[in-house]
């Protein structure tokens, strides 16, 4: 089940024309519950228009500043971003979930940290970089960021702050597609610009990890770049805004019945689903508090594990293959494909 917190809005922050940052107000009593590792998220709930609504953003402060701020920028035709970025105000209430998630920075004395952003992918680099500049004086973070133009450039004035104040310490780096500026380069985050910082400006750096976040196709451009460049696979973390479909999963969904028994809260609740349908949509149709947040799978609050029968992944940037031949689903991407199957949210 998922666990939601009702706290109330201390700031709203209008970072561009269309992305803000929200500042949480804490209770003193929950400050355990929403202690944070850099990189983590959490999931806002709101009622919008009668429908309750829930969504999953990065944590942009830094876990030694005891604040929760996430950045929300509006997307064509998304309700919750676009109600966040247009109503949400100080004084407001708001629901929220404990922070979770997979992108995680552990930072280490000595360290070299490159990280490449796109538009909001920036909210979860930002904490790692504030993470690294307060707590380990003696690592270096390299940020290379693109943006459209700088007026699109989500917390611009903070990171050129944070750039005076830790000369030595960060390394910043801008990318503008629709704007020449000065000392900055033009044009997108891709295979050549990845070249050109670790082959060519930094290539006496070693880097001891990465770190990417924005949409799939630059993710997986500059990962087997810097794979290329001698920096190890399991070195390079990364966190998508959105996930392509698997065609082939995808074509292994037929038409169909199946008998479903879900565990969730030491309970089992047992019914028919159609295999058309994933089996977290199923499961809340039929009034089972089932955690989710994105339900894009590139989340892992809905994370199950299938302990009889089998489904597919139609979308995965999360499971690693281990955990997926351990039986665990993302389960609003996962699609039954036998005729009975258990899934359990509890052992997870």
């Not at 500042?23 to 590792?37: A, G, R, V, Y």
């Not at 050129?160 to 801008?174: D, E, G, I, P, V």
């Not at 001891?208 to 794979?227: H, N, R, W, Y």
Request: aromatic share 8%; glycine share 4%; with cysteine.
């Amino acid at each position: 089940m998922s666990t939601f917190y009702k706290v109330t809005i201390q700031e709203v922050q209008q970072e561009t024309a269309n992305a803000v940052s929200v500042l949480l107000k804490i209770p003193q009593n929950l400050k355990p519950e929403f202690n944070f590792t850099s990189g983590q998220y959490i999931t806002l709930q709101k009622v919008i228009k009668g429908e309750e609504i829930r969504r999953a953003y990065s944590i942009c402060s830094s876990p030694k500043s005891d604040k929760i701020r996430v950045a929300i920028k509006a997307v064509e035709n998304g309700t919750f971003s676009i109600y966040a970025t247009s109503k949400l105000k100080a004084g407001d209430e708001i629901e929220i979930s404990k922070p979770e998630g997979r992108f995680l920075l552990k930072p280490e004395a000595n360290k070299n940290y490159i990280a490449f952003a796109a538009g909001s992918g920036i909210t979860p680099i930002l904490s790692m970089i504030k993470t690294v500049l307060e707590t380990e004086p003696t690592s270096k973070f390299t940020l290379v960021y693109g943006n459209k133009t700088i007026n699109d450039t989500i917390f611009y004035k903070d990171l050129n702050s944070l750039k005076a104040t830790y000369t030595n310490q960060l390394n910043l780096h801008y990318i503008f597609s629709r704007e020449e500026v000065k000392n900055c380069l033009r044009g997108r985050i891709d295979q050549n610009v990845t070249n050109y910082f670790v082959k060519n400006m930094y290539k006496e750096t070693s880097f001891d990890a990465a770190f990417l976040c924005g949409p799939e196709e630059m993710i997986q451009e500059v990962s087997k770049t810097l794979e290329n460049n001698k920096i190890a696979k399991e070195n390079i973390h990364f966190e998508l805004f959105t996930v392509s479909i698997d065609e082939k999963a995808a074509s292994e969904i037929k038409e169909g019945t199946t008998e479903i028994t879900v565990l969730l809260d030491d309970e089992k609740t047992t019914f028919n689903m159609q295999q058309t349908d994933n089996l977290l949509s199923a499961s809340l149709r039929n009034d089972l508090d089932a955690p989710y947040s994105c339900q894009g799978g590139v989340c892992s609050s809905c994370l199950c594990k299938v302990t009889e029968g089998k489904a597919v992944m139609v979308k995965n940037s999360i499971l690693t293959d281990s955990e997926i031949e351990d039986g665990f689903v993302l389960a609003c991407q996962a699609y039954p494909t036998t005729s009975k199957i258990t899934i359990d949210f509890d052992d997870v």
